[in-house]
């Protein structure tokens, strides 16, 4: 709730960044979307680390960061810095939280997996909608330097639920220990067998053809989906309606967001998450395209709704998708490795995005592009689940 709730209401500190700054759409939101692909690198490490050591120690490191790159930024005087504090500090913390996080829950679960991490996504949901409101009160009472150093201090209780984690049982047995010197500096062997563990288990993967589509399909799903966090309080406002039309659309979203995890999550129990994935994700891409079509307060809320009740499901479907594929022995570097090829997708789409924007002058080619990127996803997973099943 206080990493990737956080994370996801970038839209609103967008716009405030817009006007305190105004170093345009495209940069700006670059600030956001590269801070994405920060987290997701991060994470590659993060979930080996978890294992290696044990997730409470990443965790309590994580929050450390996250805050302390929020309270860096609030002494920054020009844009740019803000790729250091924001981006690139900030970017760390939410790296060792959010995939760490997500692949520990999964140990502890197998009948009701899905519903679990439905359940923990729905936070993010929660912490997005505190936050939207949050954001803009204290933008209004104290500025934007004063907003982050609040949201510092409040970022901080992330250590102390980071440090009630408890390692799974099946990561308890041998592996390969981060242990110190005793001058306190890794042994070089130590820091090669710890880069060889990451990146060779990541490269074999994709010599699994299903893991190769359904990496895709969740990398296009995330691009989709968190474009929104970025641009689309812009795109309300575009349509001539005040912040707090913008804020309210963006609540709605993470509102019905938050009821629509819980409840796909336990479908995904019954029914294929394969499945489910790509029906979200064409139902969201024709909503996409149909919104630059309108004007109406009352379509925005809808759409709001629709992207945050089907596309903004998409994270609960992740784990029980790649487990099928790829057996919970690897999750933490599937997962890992399916967040980061998004990021570095979104770090590239989604300032593209802003500067199609700049362009037109208008965010209608934007959105529809957003809405094509939903439904490649939908029909990568397609491919991806015919080739399970006929493995299986």
């Not at 987290?39 to 805050?67: D, N, P, Y």
């Not at 995939?99 to 997005?128: D, H, I, Q, W």
């Not at 689309?232 to 912040?243: E, I």
């Amino acid at each position: 709730m206080l990493a990737f709730g956080l994370l996801k209401s970038y839209g609103m500190l967008l716009v405030e960044l817009l006007k305190v700054y105004d170093g345009g759409a495209g940069t700006t939101a670059m600030v956001g979307s590269v801070t994405s692909l920060v987290m997701s690198f991060i994470g590659l490490f993060g979930c080996t680390l978890g294992e290696m050591t044990t997730f409470r120690k990443v965790l309590l490191v994580g929050g450390i960061f996250q805050s302390s790159g929020l309270f860096f930024s609030v002494f920054v005087n020009r844009l740019p810095v803000m790729f250091l504090t924001y981006t690139l500090i900030t970017g760390m913390g939410y790296g060792l939280l959010i995939s760490p996080c997500a692949t520990v829950l999964n140990f502890y679960f197998e009948k009701r997996r899905a519903l679990a991490s439905g359940l923990l996504n729905s936070a993010s949901g929660v912490g997005m909608f505190i936050f939207q409101y949050l954001y803009r009160s204290l933008f209004d009472e104290y500025g934007l330097e004063g907003c982050l150093l609040i949201i510092s201090g409040i970022v901080l209780n992330n250590c102390v639920a980071g440090s009630l984690i408890r390692q799974p049982q099946q990561l308890k047995g041998p592996n390969v220990s981060l242990t110190m010197t005793s001058d306190r500096i890794p042994p070089i062997n130590t820091f090669t067998k710890f880069l060889r563990k990451v990146f060779k288990t990541r490269f074999t993967l994709f010599r699994n053809l299903s893991f190769a589509l359904e990496c895709a399909s969740l990398a296009l799903a995330q691009i989709g989906y968190a474009s929104h966090f970025f641009l689309y309080p812009a795109f309300v406002k575009s349509r001539g309606f005040d912040d707090t039309s913008a804020v309210l659309a963006m609540v709605i979203l993470s509102s019905v967001e938050v009821i629509c995890k819980i409840m796909m999550g336990g479908l995904a129990d019954y029914i294929s998450p394969a499945i489910l994935h790509s029906t979200v994700m064409f139902v969201g891409g024709v909503a996409a395209v149909v919104v630059t079509f309108t004007k109406k307060l009352w379509l925005l809320y809808a759409y709001a709704a629709i992207t945050g009740a089907l596309p903004g499901t998409f994270f609960v479907f992740m784990p029980p998708i790649l487990v099928r594929s790829c057996g919970l022995k690897n999750l933490g570097a599937s997962l890992s490795t399916a967040i980061v090829m998004g990021a570095l997708l979104v770090a590239v789409c989604v300032p593209g995005l802003g500067l199609m924007a700049d362009l037109t002058a208008n965010w209608n080619l934007s959105f529809q592009v957003i809405g094509a990127i939903f439904f490649t996803s939908g029909l990568l997973m397609v491919a991806a689940e015919a080739k399970t099943s006929r493995k299986i």
